[in-house]
């Protein structure tokens, strides 16, 4: 099952990284797994695609190129959002440094995009 | 006629004349015993006898599984658990009926006989799972020992319903098995974007709905819903999109500044046994670039149109073009405002005579569920014809 595949990639995430918890959504908006606790996640999912697109929407209306990540930084919480292959997105809460956690979520997103795309059948 | 309770898959075999044998084919990887229990709690709480054959855990867990649902069998005295997995290993039995020799299928023929002398006729046997008889009696033994069976319970009025879990077994006895049963439904995982079971009915001999399919997914403790994982609402600014999606949805989460939509807004549709996602797309032309983005791949699309603003028609389509062919409902709102135009007058100006138009008030609930379920339907017709 795909489940299991994502949510040991999630777990990997937050062994390796200071997350705290992720989202892993279609770039259209559908939640595909969470281990995000205390949130509707459903509705969270919704709002991620729309600040990934919107993003790529708004580089692509300066030809800027596909935007490598999305950070909102908030008083408590960061949220980083990264593409995670054609068809879906990962997105990380962090209280710490929002770059740190970066390269370890490029080597999620990587593994994310195999199990979507039936790579690792 | 006996039921599943499943409404859809009611309304596709008509019911299930008493007496027959229905077998769902579980792929490896779902929670298999689910279904059959939601089948046989729908028949208990109609007051019909229910025999549940536990052979693969013991009948607390038995219970528990119910419980995940909310439903706490020990209510009902019409409920008969067979106990097969005791006996299987070691361990004594507290319940009234037990399969003394768990590897031979008489024991459980015995078992059955017995209850039915004792209950009387008519009910809903369930077998859970044949797959693991299978194992433990011997293939060959236990479809022997099921043709037998399915040939006395019927005879009591029993219908019966077979767990299934499809692991690759020879192709004769596959045949065989296809042989047995009146009805053959496939249940598989579908794992597109979003996780999901679909149902397809591989054979019922007294309907014609061979082919059929529903998607659905198992929540606890709500139980089984036709699960529709993305509905887009579209349409032109201030149509009532908001209101709409808030007048059919719970957890409604609303994204809006100074009165307007300026993100994807979501809600959780349940309605009847269906749920569904909702994702409201902002709808001011600047908005539409986010269109192909965010509406890829909907299962169907609600367009919302403010009834009584022709000059907003065209925008409106052009949006709707952007889903390309899929199922859509069109939402014709403000419906209690003067000038607004009705149904046929809607499809001449919209140049869509063949288009399923719904006259809505979001604003006080006035034909949103109307709405929802034709659109539904037109995402089951669509699997169907898929």
Redesign the interface.
């Known amino acids: 099952m795909k489940e299991e595949a994502y949510k040991k990639i999630l777990s990997d995430l937050e062994a390796e990284a200071n997350v705290e918890g992720s989202c892993i959504v279609s770039r259209d908006g559908i939640l595909i797994y969470s281990s995000l606790k205390d949130v509707y996640a459903e509705a969270f999912a919704a709002m991620l695609a729309t600040l990934l697109s919107s993003a790529e929407v708004a580089m692509d209306e300066l030809k800027a190129g596909v935007p490598k990540k999305v950070i909102v930084d908030g008083k408590n919480r960061k949220i980083v959002v990264i593409g995670a292959g054609s068809h879906a997105l990962l997105a990380s809460i962090t209280e710490g440094n929002a770059d740190e956690i970066y390269e370890a979520m490029i080597k999620a997103a990587k593994k994310i995009d195999e199990v979507l795309s039936g790579k690792n059948d | 006629m006996i039921e599943t309770g499943i409404s859809k898959l009611d309304e596709y075999l008509g019911g299930i004349p008493e007496g027959k044998s229905i077998i769902f084919q579980i792929e490896p990887?779902v929670e298999e015993s689910n279904i059959a229990i939601h089948v046989l709690y729908h028949n208990l709480k109609k007051g019909l006898n229910g025999i549940y054959i536990a052979s693969e855990s013991s009948p607390k867990n038995v219970e528990k599984k119910f419980r995940e649902f909310g439903w706490e069998i020990k209510n009902f005295n019409n409920l008969h658990i067979i106990d097969g997995y005791s006996s299987l290993i070691g361990a004594p039995s507290e319940e009234k009926f037990v399969v003394e020799e768990p590897h031979d299928i008489r024991s459980y023929e015995d078992v059955i006989i017995e209850i039915m002398e004792k209950v009387g006729g008519g009910g809903v046997l369930v077998f859970d799972s044949l797959s693991n008889i299978m194992d433990m009696c011997g293939e060959r033994e236990t479809l022997e020992g099921i043709e037998r069976i399915n040939r006395d319970v019927a005879k009591e009025g029993y219908t019966t319903i077979y767990n299934f879990i499809s692991w690759p077994y020879k192709e004769a006895i596959l045949y065989r098995l296809r042989r047995l049963f009146n009805a053959i439904i496939e249940v598989r995982?579908v794992?597109d974007?979003?996780?999901r079971q679909r149902m397809e009915i591989k054979k019922a001999d007294w309907c014609q709905a061979e082919g059929k399919k529903l998607e659905f997914k198992i929540f606890k403790p709500e139980g089984i819903r036709i699960y529709i994982?993305?509905i887009s609402v579209i349409g032109p600014y201030q149509a009532g999109k908001t209101t709409f999606i808030k007048s059919i949805s719970r957890?409604f989460?609303p994204?809006e500044r100074l009165g307007a939509t300026v993100?994807?807004?979501?809600?959780?549709v349940d309605y009847k046994q269906y749920r569904a996602?909702i994702?409201g797309i902002p709808g001011q032309e600047r908005f539409l670039?986010?269109l192909d983005?965010?509406?890829?791949?909907?299962k169907g699309v609600f367009l919302v149109i403010d009834s009584t603003k022709p000059h907003e028609f065209e925008l409106a389509k052009n949006m709707l073009a952007k889903f390309g062919d899929i199922p859509y409902v069109i939402v014709a709102n403000k419906q209690d405002l003067p000038g607004a135009l009705r149904k046929d007058e809607l499809k001449n100006k919209m140049g869509l005579p063949e288009a399923e138009i719904v006259e809505t008030v979001a604003s006080q609930g006035k034909g949103v569920y109307e709405a929802f379920e034709k659109l539904v339907e037109k995402i089951l017709e669509c699997l169907n014809a898929g």
């Not at chain 2, 993100?263 to 959780?268: F, K, P, S």
């Open positions: 990887g995982t794992e974007v979003v996780a994982p993305k957890n989460t994204v993100g994807v807004e979501h809600g959780t996602e994702f670039p986010l983005k965010l509406g890829s791949s909907s």
